[in-house]
């Protein structure tokens, strides 16, 4: 029971409750005494009126009439003068006297708790003002047994009514909050089991309904995350699928551009001089080709593979990259420059710096040639103290705001239509395994601007 919030929240219910019924009792059971004493008093003044009434009592009437207020004598002050109306013979001393006209709620509570736990008799004196004008004081002297066995009964009869009070309250909450918290918890719970089950079944998304504001807010953002989820496993499934489609055409393509590789050899023996000016270039890029379907395939096993590090000309390879992209500019208004020291070695995958930078500049060239205006795209790169650094720039229309924010994430940060959103996640993935960084350093509508950090590490 204690196990289960239910349990434990009727448990301290239940705790509570009495605690609270305590703190209740003390005034209380101070107030029946006081009550008790002030009877008392009254019984003793009305006995003491019918003395009064008739100064001849017999002996006999007079121990009636004090037995009858429970009282062993009865003291009156009337007009300024202190007189023994009634007595009797007292069985021992008199132990405390208690003034009822100045004491305080907590002398009252105090002495309350002290005639509850004491558990012998005793003689009291109990002094009061009667009512009605029957004197100016009054005083009593009697025996605390009644008294006792009167606030114990009471005492009793408030525990137990105490007791069930606190039960039937801790039942009520214990319905209301298996009613109103546990069942919806237990509702969400089997929708949480419900959905791990099958978390790319979209059906099974929790649908928020709890009335209670915390529990919605809480099914609310178990559906933002399941929903996340959802979309997440699915997206792996189209890259799983993907991976599969492109490792196969890129199977098929190999081979075919092997077979091209074949026929640029024999050009290259053309003797006609524009031939052997392109022939060149073309053997390249088909051997890059050749090399990308192989990439891709290992990439469709594991990862990108790890670069093979060495030093190679950057100005040659941005060349490269140049003249491939002007191939592909046509009539457009598009203006490629570069500023790279020809003397400038980098140490690094060639192919794979190929690959990177090549998407960034067609990245480039694609987002000025959609505009329709006329652009510029600008390589520079130059050497630091610790590392090399490439940037590539830019006047096209900038990034919108939803490719900024899954800039380097597959599928999501496409800046145009059609855009598969891979290259930027490409290019990133490269840098990353040379231990360097892509960073993009400004877009807006003058354009954009990458930089690309390769640490020289140890050059020895």
Known sequence: M????????????????????????????????????????????????????????????????????GVFNVVLRRDSMRQLVLTSPIPGEVDVTFDLREASAWD???????????????????????????????????????????????????LLLSAAISVMTALLLFLAVRRLMVHPIKRVIGHMMRYAEAPEDARRIIAPSARVRELREAEQALQALETQLTQALRQKERLAQLGGAVARVSHDLRNILTSAQLFTDRIEMSEDPAVKRMAPKLVNSISRAVSLCENTLAFGRAEEPAPSLTLFNFAELTNEVLEAERLAIGDSDLSLSEDVPASLMIRGDPEQIYRALANLVRNARQAIIATGKPGEISVAAWAEDEAWVINVTDTGPGLPPKAKEHLFQPFQGGARKGGSGLGLPIVSELIRGHGGTLALKRSDETGSCFEIRLPMGDMS
């Open 108 to 158: 009252l509570m105090r002495d309350a708790l002290y005639r509850l736990i004491a558990g012998e008799p005793a003689i009291i004196r109990v002094i009061g003002a009667p009512s009605r004008d029957a004197g100016q004081l009054i005083e009593v002297t009697m025996d605390t047994t009644e008294l006792r066995t009167a606030m114990v009964d009471y005492g009793l009869r408030i």
């Open 2 to 69: 204690l196990t289960s919030l239910s349990g434990r929240f009727l448990f301290l219910t239940v705790i509570f409750v009495m605690l609270a019924e305590v703190l209740i009792f003390v005034p209380s059971i101070a107030r029946f005494r006081e009550d008790f004493l002030e009877s008392r008093l009254e019984r003793a003044k009305i006995a003491s009126l019918a003395l009064l009434a008739d100064d001849m009592l017999s002996e006999e009437l007079e121990a009636e009439l004090l037995d009858n207020a």
